[in-house]
């Protein structure tokens, strides 16, 4: 009867009736399946993501830039665990076994794809009968980040190029709106002439100079006060999941804000009327 132990005796009678002594055993019947397993959490362990080192599951759909991410869950003591991504088997001939209080985790070998993932787990107990699945654990894995672009620098001062693009050109603002692209919902940082802006909050270092990227990806940063003379702008964008993109191509402007000294010149008294003309 399921979920109860026998007791068998058992001895050898040759055919020529010799008997060998009784040994006995017990026998543990389970016939019923173990409890479905729980997926728990999904680690994020890389470095720079939105989410190290903490549980990435039912934050922006499992978002990550960690290729082995760590799944833990738990399941019957001693049972052994099958974690599938539809029918793809993501711990192919790597066993994952239930410790004695139930718990389990995994890691990868082999760095998954970037693309969404529905992870179950199913849990196979020492009796050899399956589980149902589990929970279903959606991650997505994001390796790459898109390269921003510097669409415009917008002046918005009165007497150049009123809220035109100026990009590559001269201008009499000396704090342009810089507009551009990016991956949505990216932070973009902004460098003038090669250098940045930060400072230092919580344990880390900070860019002054940034914009977010919105639902369509585009972006905007009023730039600081610069002085008159040559600039380059150059952005780069580190997108939700924490990776970083390459450097956009640069972009230049001229900022002229002094008007030159006029120089007047006498040229002559042509109605001879002391009235003199001036250049």
Same mark, same amino acid.
């Not at 833990?72 to 049972?79: D, R």
């Not at 002559?268 to 109605?271: F, S, T, V």
């Given at each position: 009867t399921d979920g109860q132990t026998s007791s068998v005796t058992a001895k050898i009678v040759d055919q020529a009736g010799n008997a060998s002594k009784e040994v006995s055993g017990s026998i543990d019947v389970d016939l019923? +399946?173990? !409890?479905a397993p729980v997926i728990t959490q999904v680690t994020d362990n890389q470095y720079g993501g939105i989410q190290d080192g903490k549980n990435v599951l039912g934050i922006d759909d499992g978002l990550t830039n960690d290729s082995t991410p760590t799944f /833990? %869950?738990? #399941?019957?003591?001693?049972?052994t665990i099958v974690l599938k991504n539809g029918n793809d088997i993501i711990n192919k001939d790597i066993i994952i076994e239930a410790d004695s209080n139930g718990n389990w985790e995994f890691t990868p070998k082999t760095p998954l794809a970037e693309g969404v993932y529905n992870v179950t787990a199913i849990a196979t107990d020492k009796a050899g009968n399956d589980s149902k699945p589990s929970n279903v654990a959606t991650i @997505? =894995? !994001?390796l790459h980040s898109? @390269?921003?672009v510097i669409t415009e620098i917008v $002046?918005? =001062? #009165?007497? %150049?190029?009123v809220n035109g693009d100026v990009k590559g050109g001269l201008t009499n603002d000396n704090t342009p709106t810089l507009k551009g692209t990016a991956e949505p919902f990216a932070t973009v940082e902004i460098k003038i002439d090669g250098r940045g802006s930060y400072k230092f909050e919580n344990g880390e270092v900070i860019s002054n100079w940034t914009a977010v990227a $919105? /639902? !369509?990806g585009n972006w905007e940063f009023a730039t600081p006060k610069l002085s008159d003379g040559h600039h380059n702008f150059e952005a780069q964008a580190t997108d939700k999941a924490g990776n970083n993109s390459q450097p956009?191509?640069?972009v230049s402007i001229d900022v002229d804000t002094t008007a030159g000294a006029p120089k007047v010149m006498i040229t +002559? $008294? /042509?109605?001879d009327n002391s009235i003199l003309t001036a250049t």
């Open positions: 019923t +399946a173990s !409890d /833990k %869950g738990t #399941a019957e003591p001693g049972a @997505t =894995v !994001d898109e @390269t921003p $002046d918005n =001062v #009165a007497g %150049g190029v $919105d /639902k !369509d956009s191509a640069l +002559a $008294d /042509k109605d």
